[in-house]
């Protein structure tokens, strides 16, 4: 029997994308050593992924590849490593001293019925 152009579209689809993901996975596979170390170096993920592109090493998306980085654990790394840095003190955390202050201008939110007339 014939079968219509939608169940063969769908048909083709189905395989395609399977293949594309066993493809795309041991294509990670084969890298992973290198991503690994990259990532390890301080790399972001995003631009690991664009060096691997452009070098046309990998031919997936960005989803897929930070799929296949999660999976594989190799995020755990990075967040350990900004758990495990000093926190830097910002301006706005320093207390401010009567010294620090302008002599300008100075807020005072109460109001003051003699200033208003």
Known sequence: MNRSLSERIAAKVGQ??????KQSFSTFLA????IKQAMDDGWSIKLIWQTLTDE???NFSYQ???LLVKKQGLTRNVVEQVRNTPHQTFPSQI???KNDQ???FVFNPSI??????
């Open 64 to 66: 897929r590849f930070l």
């Open 102 to 104: 302008a002599d300008g």
């Open 56 to 58: 046309k090493k990998i």
């Open 16 to 21: 395609n994308s399977t293949r594309r993901g």
């Open 95 to 97: 207390p401010v001293t």
């Open 31 to 34: 890298l992973r050593t290198e």
């Open 112 to 117: 003051n019925q003699e200033e208003l007339i």
